[in-house]
């Protein structure tokens, strides 16, 4: 079964990808952004099934680089990755912030509907995890230093 239940944004993808990896604990955010910053997929996943996803993730996308997040476990999931057949190049990326600037995005991508509209943002719970968002975030933080729009 290739993927549990993943979100998939846009057709397949001709050109490079980028996998934005939110490394955790429990659970790990993964995020296909194309160089031209559409999104592809995103899915939050159990830790114990991140590298069977990023294996399935290979085979769907042209994945060239891994950016991954610098905090918890960032080196051991560097060390993992790179014991990956064919190992893409994986770039650390600053991940401050990245948990409150995703419960932002999180709304623009699923804006409240009906009386919850009523409730402002900031007392809104969100009804998931948003680790795929912070690795969504994690891409676009690369790609800006990458064109030096930092």
Excluded at 11 to 37: E, Q, Y
Aim: some cysteine; proline content about 10%.
């Amino acid at each position: 079964m290739p993927f549990s239940n993943p979100t998939q944004l846009q057709p397949p993808l001709l050109g490079p990808a980028i996998l934005g990896f939110d490394p955790g604990r429990a659970k790990c955010g993964l995020a296909v952004v194309g160089l031209d910053r559409s999104l592809y997929y995103h899915q939050v996943v159990p830790v114990n099934e991140v590298t069977d996803i990023i294996h399935q993730l290979r085979e769907t996308y042209p994945i060239s680089s891994i950016v991954l997040g610098d905090q918890t476990g960032s080196k051991q999931w560097q060390s993992l990755l790179s014991a990956l057949p064919n190992p893409p190049r994986i770039t650390l990326v600053d991940e401050r912030y990245s948990s409150l600037e995703a419960r932002d995005r999180y709304w623009q991508m699923y804006p409240a509907k009906g009386l919850d509209k009523l409730i402002p943002q900031g007392m809104r719970n969100i009804p998931r995890p948003i680790d795929d968002i912070v690795a969504i975030l994690l891409v676009e933080r690369y790609l800006k230093r990458l064109s030096g729009e930092d």
